[in-house]
């Protein structure tokens, strides 16, 4: 896991064909506002955030965001332990963002 700052990350994933974004946040987090184009996989689904992970391709970059950054980190570091080489967590989360946001 790498812990990027906004701009970092934004830079970042702009330059990578292989990015995913991950919103690990809750369902009523992501009616507030998400990063367009995430994939949202609640972290406090336990078993079931789990199983949904093991879904995707270990061989992309995944870009993990939550509120504030912790949960992100919790989940950057399961995702390494299944295997994943490359994650990313956003220093700040969701609250410090700045970038393009997008609701439904």
Same mark, same amino acid.
């Given at each position: 896991m790498?812990?990027?700052?906004?701009?970092?990350?934004?830079?970042?994933?702009?330059?990578? %064909? &292989?990015?995913?974004i991950?919103?690990?946040?809750?369902?009523?987090?992501?009616?507030?506002? +998400?990063?367009?184009?995430?994939?949202? $996989?609640?972290? +406090?689904? #336990?078993q079931?955030?789990?199983?949904?992970?093991?879904?995707? %391709?270990? %061989?992309?970059? +995944? =870009? $993990? +965001?939550c509120?504030? #950054?912790?949960?992100?980190a919790?989940?950057?570091?399961?995702?390494?332990?299944?295997?994943?080489a &490359?994650? =990313? &967590?956003?220093? #700040?989360?969701?609250?410090?963002?700045? #970038?393009?946001?997008?609701?439904?």
């Open positions: 790498k812990e990027l700052s906004q701009e970092e990350w934004q830079s970042q994933l702009e330059k990578d %064909d &292989n990015a995913v991950l919103d690990v946040r809750t369902e009523e987090e992501v009616e507030d506002g +998400y990063i367009p184009t995430a994939k949202n $996989i609640d972290i +406090y689904k #336990g079931e955030f789990v199983n949904e992970v093991e879904k995707l %391709d270990k %061989d992309k970059n +995944y =870009y $993990i +965001y509120r504030s #950054g912790k949960r992100s919790q989940a950057c570091t399961i995702l390494d332990q299944m295997g994943f &490359n994650t =990313y &967590n956003l220093e #700040g989360g969701f609250m410090e963002w700045e #970038g393009e946001k997008a609701e439904d």
